[in-house]
């Protein structure tokens, strides 16, 4: 059994894609620049073109990095699911395969004003 | 003529007896097994409850005649604490986030904690195990109380005091301590006496009280020392009565040192989680530092549990799982999470600040290798940010960590400028955690934590649906007053003020 209980047990997630009136959740991060305590966490619609989540939320919430200025959309490096990945930004999210509480993350090799070396 | 024969006294021992074990009868009307119903399905093998030793033999005549001198005493100092404007006392009105973060998501704990116990006493069938599972319940219903009482003298003049239950229930960094609670009250009867009764209260509890308890000693607020005084008797009881307990499921059968091997890698680490909060407390919010939460880590946890375990290991009890984890992340912790705090101090009822030069010096001290390399730059731009200002504020809100529920702020265990990511599907479902000892705790049970309601994602959901001006009225937060950057705040231009009046001839 997946719970210790006395007789069958079914959780219902509370965060189920349904609850949330036809958006979806999609966290992203921008790796090694951890002025940004966590993830962000964005609630969009799944029919938003990639692009405007990048060219909107997003570069709205990294302005506050040194690094903001010199950040170069064409030249970062993605992972989703943890895995190398590469966008279409004229796609939608759906049709980028972004699922609900899909992570997202991005690097910038070699612009890392904050970040000491590991 | 009769003869008046002076009654015998019972001794100690007798009258224990009397009043607990012999009030223990075998069931005939029902089944022993429909009476306690609950204390088989985890698996644990009890042969003899007879075995279980109570190590205070307290009945409850001698509990209330001690408690209640306590109690005299402890209201007898409260009264004067607020007949004499003892919040005046203070070394800065900056320690009160300590104590607002207390009462939102400590002294709650304390009320779930007597839930638990007045439960487990009941489902125990063991009478001395029933008596000292009571006896605790009492405790904590009692500390629950005195902590409030002791803090809502703060609440006439400062924000942030005045809706904690709201602030329990709905806001997001108690959910935390809550989850915590709630996880360990909806466990069964075993396991809950491994988190409550020995993680919580035996492994973890000095690392909780001594900044809070040491930590207002240091800081003049002398109401919430008198509490602390006032409990500390208590909880060496709790302490002992956790340890008695898991001692009592390793000697009933082997067969249940795999399960509580189990539970102490869960509990340590859930535990270790909600310290995250009191790590930020020990190096940042207290103006009058008592030790840095590395050296408090390295006498309470190193050195007293590496004795607990070294001790526990001749019943084959290895130290929890995710020790060398938490030994990595000690020199971080609290600066990813004050930093963390800083950031979202929008949505928070207590006030967070950037640090000083003088803090930051001293915090470069205590933290020689990584606060200089890492975190001084951060709180440097920070402040470049506010000093220009356009201070820092993270709209973004935060992953949270489906098991311990805190902001993901945690980087891995070897790279510390890399954040955590780990992920399990469940169900078809995605879910996201702080650390491997937490998606360890999931992926064991995901049926429990799938349910999880973690604050921030349910914030975009009905009835607030995004909104943070309605969110902040739901939790009642009042936004410019309670929440922010401590500098400029209404707590700190009435502290100054009042402190002035008493100081000074101005």
């Known amino acids: 059994m997946t719970v210790a209980a006395i007789r069958e047990y079914i959780g219902v997630p509370r965060d ?3 609850n949330f009136g036809g958006k979806q959740i999609v966290y992203a991060s921008w790796d090694r620049h951890l002025l940004f305590a966590a993830p962000f966490l964005l609630c969009l619609p799944p029919e938003t073109r990639f692009r405007d989540l990048v060219e909107g939320p997003l570069t709205a919430l990294v302005q506050a990095d040194p690094d903001a200025a010199a950040l170069d959309w064409t030249k970062v490096e993605w992972l989703k699911d943890n895995q190398p990945w590469t966008p279409d930004f004229d796609a939608s999210l759906a049709d980028n395969g972004i699922g609900h509480k899909d992570q997202l993350r991005f690097r910038t090799a070699g612009l890392n004003s904050l970040s000491a070396a590991a | 003529m009769d003869m008046k024969v002076a009654k015998k006294k019972l001794g100690l021992k007798e009258k224990y007896k009397l009043m607990t074990r012999d009030l223990g009868w075998d069931t005939t009307y029902q089944t022993k097994e429909d009476v306690f119903p609950y204390v088989g399905y985890e698996g644990i093998k009890i042969h003899d409850w007879e075995k279980w030793e109570d190590p205070f033999r307290l009945t409850m005549d001698a509990y209330w005649k001690y408690q ?7 209201y007898a100092i409260i009264d004067a604490h607020a007949q004499n404007n003892g919040h005046l006392n203070l070394t800065d009105a900056r320690y009160l986030s300590a104590l607002k973060i207390f009462l939102q998501a400590i002294s709650p704990g304390e009320y779930a904690a007597h839930k638990g116990f007045a439960r487990v006493g009941r489902e125990f069938p063991g009478v001395g195990t029933q008596v000292a599972c009571q006896m605790q319940a009492i405790d904590e219903i009692r500390h629950a109380q005195t902590q409030i009482h002791a803090m809502s003298n703060y609440n006439r003049y400062y924000n942030g005091f005045h809706a904690f239950a709201d602030t329990r229930d709905r806001i997001w960094y108690t959910s935390v301590a809550r989850s915590f609670f709630d996880d360990a009250m909806s466990a069964g009867p075993f396991e809950f006496m491994i988190a409550i009764g020995f993680s919580f209260e035996y492994v973890l509890t000095n690392l909780l009280f001594v900044p809070f308890m040491s930590g207002a000693a240091y800081n003049g607020d002398m109401a919430t020392v008198t509490f602390g005084f006032s409990a500390q008797s208590d909880e060496a009881r709790h302490m002992t009565l956790g340890l008695e307990c898991i001692k009592f499921m390793l000697e009933q059968d082997p067969d249940n040192l795999p399960i509580v091997q189990n539970w102490i890698d869960k509990w340590f680490w859930r535990g270790f989680r909600v310290l995250g909060l009191v790590s930020t407390m020990m190096d940042y919010m207290l103006p009058k530092r008592v030790m840095s939460w590395r050296e408090a880590w390295d006498i309470y946890g190193v050195e007293n549990g590496g004795a607990l375990f070294k001790d526990l290991a001749r019943y084959g009890i290895k130290p929890p799982k995710g020790w060398d984890d938490a030994e990595k992340a000690i020199d971080h912790m609290s600066h990813q999470f004050m930093l963390g705090l800083y950031q979202w101090s929008f949505g928070t009822a207590f006030h967070s600040w950037i640090p000083s030069e003088d803090d930051m010096n001293w915090l470069s001290a205590k933290y020689p290798d990584t606060f200089d390399k890492y975190y001084r730059p951060r709180w440097k731009h920070i402040k470049k940010l506010a000093d220009a200002g356009t201070p820092f504020k993270n709209y973004g809100l935060a992953k949270l960590c489906q098991c311990c529920q805190l902001p993901t702020v945690f980087t891995e265990p070897d790279d510390p400028t890399l954040t955590c ?47 943070l001006g309605a969110w902040m009225e739901w939790v009642s937060l009042r936004d410019g007053k309670d929440n922010g950057d401590y500098a400029g705040s209404e707590d700190q231009q009435n502290f100054e003020a009042w402190r002035g009046l008493a100081t000074t001839n101005q």
Request: aromatic share 14%.
């Open chain 1, 16 to 18: 189920s894609v349904e």
């Open chain 2, 68 to 74: 209640a001198e306590k109690e005299r005493k402890f």
């Open chain 2, 421 to 467: 990511h780990r992920e399990s599907v469940y169900n078809g479902q995605k879910y996201h955690f702080c650390s491997d000892g937490c998606k360890n705790v999931f992926d064991n049970e995901p049926e429990k934590y799938v349910q999880a309601w973690l604050p921030m994602p349910q914030l975009f959901q009905e009835p607030i649906n995004g909104d």
